[in-house]
């Protein structure tokens, strides 16, 4: 296992936005993401527990930022967590993942080796 998404020692992204989405991708609305783990935001939107405070943490992000992290909802997670990646849909690097390491004191990620997927 040598190609290990730096993903999974990283985690800055859960622990530095709001992470929001439509309130239809709850559980209780048909979606996939349990209830009790969001907070209503607006009448058509919902975020991740923790996401809106200050500093924000995401309550389903498991571990220590920079260290060593997993998604306790990692198959039921939201759209947006799902679209959020190292990279952007054209293959550059995306800038918003580089701000959330960087206050972290996490370097920008390296792309000197293949990569083979994400996983926060
Ligand atoms: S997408 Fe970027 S900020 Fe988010 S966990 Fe992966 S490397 Fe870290
Ligand atoms: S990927 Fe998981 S831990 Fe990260 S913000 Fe989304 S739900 Fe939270």
Request: proline share 5%.
């Amino acid at each position: 296992m040598s190609h290990e998404s730096p993903c999974l020692s990283c985690g800055a992204c859960c622990a530095h936005f709001r992470v929001s989405f439509y309130w239809g991708e709850c559980q209780s609305t048909g979606g996939t993401v349990p209830d009790e783990l969001t907070l209503q935001i607006s009448s058509h939107h919902a975020c991740m527990k923790g996401t809106q405070s200050n500093p924000p943490r995401c309550v389903a992000l498991v571990g220590e930022v920079g260290t060593r992290v997993s998604c306790s909802i990692y198959e039921n997670r939201s759209s947006t967590c799902r679209e959020f990646d190292i990279l952007n849909e054209d293959g550059s690097a995306n800038e918003a993942c580089t701000r959330a390491r960087a206050l972290h004191g996490l370097p920008p990620v390296s792309f000197d080796n293949d990569r083979e997927d994400s996983a926060a």
